[in-house]
């Protein structure tokens, strides 16, 4: 906290519950700092954040003037530091997060310093939801099944876990079994205001997801970080960052019968893709926002990383406060936070002054319609009047397919839109493939829905559309229509309230007569833990090379993720998904055609069994009272009876196991001298992968099913392990071994360097030798030659992996040339060392030249300086020169220290040492 106070704001709040230092806002007026009262809400969170912590070192005065003058126009570009009041954590990212923890404390021993240095400064929750994978579906013993096979599987991840929450301090573990880490956040660790020390201070956090943003909701500010940027913070460490650009979001009226807060946030979504939000602050405001509820508002935040923005931000209101109360937050709690915000003038209500932003959009909320988003991109938005006419479009323009009822000529295409040299597959004609499965024999055709997922943490927090599927279901299931025999349903509530919610209202049995018995709770189909589908169907999908489709309730839908079988995804409303399950096709129009023929023989319309808004309402209000929440998070540490028989290794050291194929000490940070070396120029690099637009964090980093015969599955074969007993990529993310072995295996990703190939394939220039990109890699490791990609827009758009940085780092390389960076992305490859090259505007590989075969040099020296202009040259195989500037993308001189000491825990780790 601050240990001066050059602005007199500091201030005493009197509450029942006592009285806490803060520092005052409306103070800075005093000492010649005009406008706070308009400045974006967002933004005067961060400025109380620079005002309580001026030191003079880390934050200075200047830092808050700077905050304080922010120029919604054209902010201006300086750096400032933001501490978070905490961080956290879900174990696909969090295990990788311990494992550096773990390293850093045998790091610091072998620089003869303390290991309890390495601790947690902040408070640090890690939720374990990432685990659970849909193996078993549609019958009531699914969860049970599923719960014994994760902690089979993750038994090493989860002692190593338990290791830490008792050898660090501020660090708490939710076990697997209780929810989504975002909902967990929102229904329960989220304070609204935090207290230490006395001094009370708004909430804020930084996370290792990306859907940290889901927090927005709750007039928090906080995002998704890489786990190296989270670790960090941990340790004590700011966040810098460049004054962001605030977008504007006018929301008026209120949704119209029959649409969603899913269909808002599609199109929500699509606008903001639209007009440009990447790397920029977004905040609603308007009316609309008192017609809105509080977890609709946290569905349009969840999606901020597919709109492409830092935040997506609503401020603190009376919304804010209904929403604590009805979730079990004590009177004391929502006190403080009213309090709090009232006086510091962050809290909203319609009487407002308008806050100036840098640019501004709206939306009537009257005029959104039932849509989905698909097939491969979340800003894809589709009305559903137009999906049956949009799937067949997309079947012959992108999937190169025979397009029924319109004579269609396919033809194969790239994501971008244009044409590839892939030949177009033969198809199977309006017959199918005639399938056997469960005791039915039925025909799978292009378009079959093989799964209907009601999952992720955008739409398990929202009753509404949750009631609303249910109410569907038992709609549905009252005119006898059932899911098709092909469509492998699940259901993964966000949190136990959800089940409890849903069992109060009657709702639970509804959808499990339809298949949609509770499978897990935690993350499953939207991050592809979908599980295997039967191998019937996944035979019958390959036998006629099929364009099968899934249908979830997610925030992703990028190629390859969902489930290998799986080709097109479409993001919907649970209440959608229950629909497309009935239906059991993506060729058709539910607004217009029948989804079945009900036990009398008639043919039932989704309008038929659709529910109104009023009874939706009634039905929450009969069913969700705040005692759940109470109950349910009274002993959200507990964890299931599995959870509570797991023990492990204990002491302030992790005993590492080289035998063990789940958790290494990773290499980072083994041979680390005490000072780091000063920039060189990177020279003889080549390239190891040369990719096009929206590569994605998927196409990057490790994640889904490990396949036999990917090198990855070779090492962990080699290592007595059965391909029954891989797991997933997600769940040894402890492994750097495994990992640096998937680093870029995604089966879609397209290296332009072997053209007509899709999967983790490149050549290995030197000899033209074609094999896996971690064969190539290692090949040129072991010559001593160090490696650069190209590649085109928004490269490492997706989830915050912090393994899509450290996977590129330790196949080594050294650079990556791309026309532009998703924000997370870029900052992770600097946490780990490797530059980021931005090329020049109106310039890109295809412009200057570029095919991948080149030898570059890149010209580099110890007096790097932020977005500096960098000179490359390559030379082609035939000795052809070509020359180009690319822009430095280390943005700010804290990032150049990170690059100087080879990445962000290194200078921590220094940093430490020496104190």
């Given at each position: 906290?601050?240990?001066?106070?050059p602005?007199?704001?500091?201030?005493?709040?009197?509450t029942?519950a006592g009285?806490?230092?803060?520092?005052?806002?409306?103070k800075?007026?005093?000492a010649?700092?005009?406008?706070?009262?308009?400045?974006?809400?967002?933004?005067?969170?961060l400025l109380?954040?620079?005002?309580?912590?001026v030191?003079?070192?880390?934050?200075?005065?200047?830092?808050?003037?700077?905050?304080?003058?922010w120029?919604a126009?054209?902010?201006?570009q300086?750096?400032?530091?933001?501490?978070?009041?905490?961080?956290?954590?879900?174990?696909?990212t969090?295990v990788?997060a311990?494992?550096?923890l773990?390293?850093?404390?045998?790091?610091?021993?072998?620089?003869?310093?303390?290991?309890?240095k390495?601790?947690?400064?902040?408070?640090?929750d890690?939720?374990?939801?990432?685990?659970?994978?849909?193996?078993?579906?549609?019958?009531?013993?699914?969860?049970?099944?599923n719960?014994?096979?994760?902690?089979?599987?993750?038994?090493?991840?989860?002692q190593?876990l338990?290791?830490?929450?008792?050898?660090f301090?501020?660090f708490?573990?939710?076990?697997?079994?209780?929810?989504?880490?975002?909902?967990?956040?929102?229904?329960?660790?989220?304070?609204?205001?935090?207290?230490?020390?006395?001094?009370?201070?708004?909430?804020s956090?930084?996370?290792?997801?990306?859907?940290?943003?889901?927090i927005?909701?709750?007039?928090?500010?906080?995002?998704?970080?890489?786990?190296?940027?989270?670790?960090?913070?941990?340790?004590?460490q700011?966040?810098?960052?460049?004054?962001?650009?605030?977008?504007?979001?006018?929301?008026?009226?209120?949704?119209?019968?029959?649409a969603?807060?899913?269909?808002?946030?599609?199109?929500?979504?699509?606008?903001?893709r639209?007009?440009?939000?990447?790397?920029k602050?977004?905040?609603?405001?308007?009316?609309?926002?008192?017609?809105m509820?509080?977890?609709?508002r946290a569905?349009?935040?969840?999606?901020?990383?597919?709109?492409?923005a830092?935040?997506?931000?609503?401020?603190?209101?009376?919304?804010?406060?209904?929403?604590?109360?009805?979730?079990?937050?004590?009177?004391a709690?929502?006190?403080?936070?009213?309090?709090?915000?009232?006086?510091?003038?962050?809290?909203?209500?319609?009487?407002?002054?308008?806050?100036?932003?840098?640019?501004?959009?709206?939306?009537?909320m009257s005029?959104?319609?039932?849509s989905?988003?698909?097939?491969?991109?979340p800003?894809?938005?589709?009305?559903?009047?137009?999906?049956?006419?949009?799937w067949?479009?997309?079947?012959?323009?992108?999937?190169?397919?025979?397009?029924?009822?319109?004579?269609?000529?396919?033809?194969?295409?790239?994501?971008e839109?244009?044409?590839?040299?892939?030949?177009?597959?033969?198809?199977?004609?309006?017959d199918?493939v005639?399938?056997?499965?469960?005791?039915?024999?039925?025909s799978?055709?292009?378009g079959?829905?093989?799964?209907?997922?009601?999952?992720?943490?955008t739409?398990?927090?929202?009753?509404?559309?949750?009631v609303?599927?249910g109410?569907?279901?038992?709609?549905?299931?009252?005119?006898?229509?059932?899911?098709?025999?092909?469509?492998?349903?699940?259901l993964?509530?966000?949190?136990?309230?959800?089940?409890?919610?849903?069992?109060?209202s009657?709702?639970?049995?509804?959808?499990?007569?339809?298949?949609?018995?509770t499978?897990?709770?935690?993350?499953?189909?939207?991050?592809?833990?979908?599980?295997p589908?039967?191998?019937?169907?996944?035979?019958?999908?390959?036998?006629?090379n099929?364009?099968?489709?899934?249908?979830l309730?997610?925030?992703?839908?990028?190629?390859?993720?969902?489930?290998?079988?799986?080709?097109?995804?479409?993001?919907?409303?649970?209440?959608?998904?229950?629909?497309?399950?009935?239906?059991?096709?993506?060729?058709?129009d539910?607004?217009?055609?029948?989804?079945?023929?009900?036990?009398?023989?008639?043919?039932?319309?989704l309008?038929?069994?659709?529910?109104?808004s009023?009874e939706?309402?009634?039905?929450?209000?009969?069913?969700?009272?705040?005692?759940?929440f109470?109950?349910?998070?009274?002993?959200?540490?507990?964890?299931?009876?599995?959870?509570q028989?797991?023990?492990?290794?204990?002491?302030?050291?992790?005993?590492?196991?080289?035998?063990s194929?789940?958790?290494?000490?990773p290499?980072?940070?083994?041979?680390?001298?005490?000072k780091?070396?000063?920039?060189?120029?990177?020279?003889?690099?080549?390239?190891?992968?040369?990719?096009?637009?929206?590569v994605?964090?998927?196409?990057?980093?490790?994640?889904?099913?490990?396949?036999?015969?990917?090198?990855a599955?070779t090492?962990?074969?080699?290592?007595g392990?059965?391909?029954?007993?891989?797991?997933?990529?997600?769940?040894?993310?402890?492994?750097?071994?495994?990992?640096?072995?998937?680093?870029?295996?995604?089966?879609?990703?397209?290296?332009?360097?072997?053209?007509?190939?899709?999967?983790?394939?490149?050549?290995?220039?030197?000899?033209?030798?074609?094999?896996?990109?971690?064969?190539a890699?290692?090949k040129?490791?072991?010559?001593?030659?160090p490696?650069?990609?190209?590649?085109?827009?928004?490269?490492?758009?997706?989830?915050?992996?912090?393994?899509?940085?450290?996977?590129?780092?330790?196949?080594?390389?050294?650079?990556?040339?791309?026309?532009?960076?998703?924000?997370?992305?870029?900052?992770?490859l600097?946490g780990?060392?490797?530059l980021?090259?931005?090329?020049?505007?109106?310039?890109?590989?295809?412009?200057?030249?570029?095919?991948?075969?080149?030898?570059?040099?890149?010209?580099?020296?110890?007096?790097?300086?932020?977005?500096?202009?960098?000179?490359?040259?390559?030379t082609?195989?035939?000795g052809?020169?070509?020359?180009?500037?690319?822009t430095?993308?280390?943005?700010t001189?804290?990032?150049?220290?990170?690059?100087?000491?080879?990445?962000?825990l290194?200078?921590?780790?220094?940093?430490?040492?020496k104190?």
């Amino acid at each position: 906290m601050a240990a001066s106070n050059p602005f007199g704001a500091e201030g005493v709040l009197k509450t029942s519950a006592g009285e806490y230092k803060i520092f005052r806002l409306p103070k800075l007026a005093d000492a010649g700092l005009p406008g706070i009262d308009t400045l974006p809400y967002s933004i005067r969170v961060l400025l109380e954040a620079c005002l309580r912590n001026v030191d003079e070192f880390i934050v200075t005065t200047e830092h808050v003037r700077q905050v304080a003058g922010w120029n919604a126009a054209a902010p201006a570009q300086v750096e400032i530091p933001f501490m978070p009041g905490r961080v956290v954590l879900q174990d696909f990212t969090g295990v990788p997060a311990v494992v550096d923890l773990a390293a850093l404390r045998s790091a610091m021993v072998r620089l003869g310093g303390d290991p309890k240095k390495i601790n947690p400064l902040v408070q640090c929750d890690l939720v374990i939801d990432h685990s659970v994978q849909v193996d078993s579906f549609g019958s009531a013993d699914s969860y049970q099944k599923n719960i014994d096979l994760e902690f089979t599987r993750n038994l090493e991840r989860y002692q190593l876990l338990r290791w830490a929450q008792d050898a660090f301090t501020n660090f708490r573990v939710v076990p697997p079994a209780t929810g989504i880490v975002h909902q967990v956040n929102l229904e329960y660790l989220a304070k609204g205001v935090l207290t230490r020390d006395g001094v009370a201070y708004p909430d804020s956090l930084v996370g290792t997801d990306s859907h940290t943003t889901m927090i927005n909701g709750l007039g928090v500010v906080g995002w998704g970080v890489g786990g190296i940027e989270a670790e960090a913070v941990m340790l004590g460490q700011p966040i810098y960052m460049l004054l962001p650009e605030v977008v504007g979001f006018k929301l008026t009226g209120r949704l119209p019968e029959g649409a969603t807060a899913t269909d808002l946030v599609l199109t929500v979504t699509q606008m903001l893709r639209q007009h440009g939000v990447v790397g920029k602050f977004v905040e609603f405001y308007g009316p609309g926002l008192s017609t809105m509820s509080l977890p609709d508002r946290a569905t349009i935040a969840n999606m901020a990383p597919e709109y492409g923005a830092t935040v997506g931000f609503f401020p603190v209101d009376d919304e804010t406060l209904r929403f604590m109360r009805r979730t079990g937050r004590t009177a004391a709690e929502v006190e403080l936070v009213e309090k709090y915000y009232k006086e510091q003038g962050l809290f909203r209500t319609d009487d407002s002054p308008e806050p100036r932003f840098t640019s501004t959009l709206g939306l009537d909320m009257s005029t959104v319609e039932p849509s989905l988003a698909g097939p491969k991109r979340p800003q894809d938005r589709i009305a559903l009047a137009g999906m049956k006419a949009q799937w067949r479009q997309d079947l012959s323009s992108t999937f190169g397919k025979s397009s029924p009822g319109n004579g269609s000529t396919p033809v194969s295409m790239t994501s971008e839109g244009g044409p590839t040299d892939e030949p177009v597959t033969p198809d199977p004609g309006e017959d199918g493939v005639p399938v056997e499965y469960a005791g039915k024999e039925f025909s799978l055709k292009h378009g079959a829905v093989v799964i209907a997922a009601i999952t992720s943490c955008t739409n398990t927090s929202n009753p509404s559309v949750l009631v609303c599927a249910g109410l569907v279901a038992r709609n549905a299931a009252a005119k006898g229509l059932t899911a098709k025999p092909w469509v492998k349903t699940s259901l993964a509530p966000g949190s136990r309230v959800v089940t409890e919610y849903l069992d109060k209202s009657g709702l639970s049995a509804s959808l499990d007569k339809l298949g949609f018995q509770t499978v897990g709770y935690g993350c499953t189909t939207c991050i592809g833990n979908s599980g295997p589908l039967p191998e019937e169907i996944s035979h019958g999908i390959r036998e006629g090379n099929l364009v099968a489709a899934a249908v979830l309730s997610g925030n992703r839908n990028f190629e390859g993720r969902i489930n290998p079988d799986v080709r097109a995804n479409y993001l919907a409303s649970p209440p959608l998904v229950v629909a497309y399950a009935i239906a059991g096709t993506t060729d058709i129009d539910l607004t217009t055609e029948p989804l079945g023929k009900g036990s009398d023989g008639n043919d039932v319309y989704l309008k038929d069994i659709w529910p109104t808004s009023q009874e939706i309402e009634s039905t929450i209000a009969k069913s969700i009272v705040p005692e759940m929440f109470t109950t349910q998070y009274g002993h959200a540490t507990q964890g299931p009876v599995e959870w509570q028989k797991i023990t492990g290794a204990t002491g302030d050291l992790y005993q590492w196991d080289d035998a063990s194929t789940y958790v290494h000490e990773p290499p980072f940070f083994q041979n680390m001298p005490e000072k780091p070396q000063p920039i060189r120029s990177i020279s003889g690099a080549r390239c190891l992968l040369s990719l096009g637009d929206s590569v994605t964090t998927d196409h990057i980093s490790p994640a889904g099913a490990i396949k036999a015969s990917a090198p990855a599955g070779t090492y962990l074969q080699e290592h007595g392990v059965r391909p029954l007993d891989f797991n997933s990529y997600g769940a040894r993310r402890g492994d750097d071994r495994v990992m640096t072995r998937g680093t870029f295996a995604n089966i879609r990703i397209k290296n332009l360097l072997v053209p007509g190939v899709e999967g983790g394939v490149s050549k290995f220039l030197p000899t033209g030798e074609q094999m896996s990109v971690y064969d190539a890699a290692m090949k040129y490791k072991a010559v001593g030659t160090p490696l650069v990609v190209l590649a085109g827009s928004e490269y490492g758009t997706g989830s915050s992996r912090d393994w899509a940085a450290k996977g590129t780092y330790l196949l080594g390389v050294k650079a990556v040339i791309a026309v532009s960076f998703e924000r997370i992305h870029r900052s992770n490859l600097v946490g780990m060392g490797v530059l980021p090259l931005q090329f020049r505007a109106g310039e890109n590989r295809e412009s200057l030249g570029l095919d991948g075969t080149e030898t570059f040099e890149i010209l580099l020296d110890d007096t790097l300086k932020p977005l500096q202009a960098i000179e490359v040259s390559g030379t082609k195989p035939d000795g052809t020169p070509v020359h180009f500037v690319a822009t430095c993308r280390i943005d700010t001189p804290v990032e150049v220290e990170y690059y100087r000491n080879g990445g962000i825990l290194h200078t921590v780790l220094r940093q430490l040492s020496k104190s």
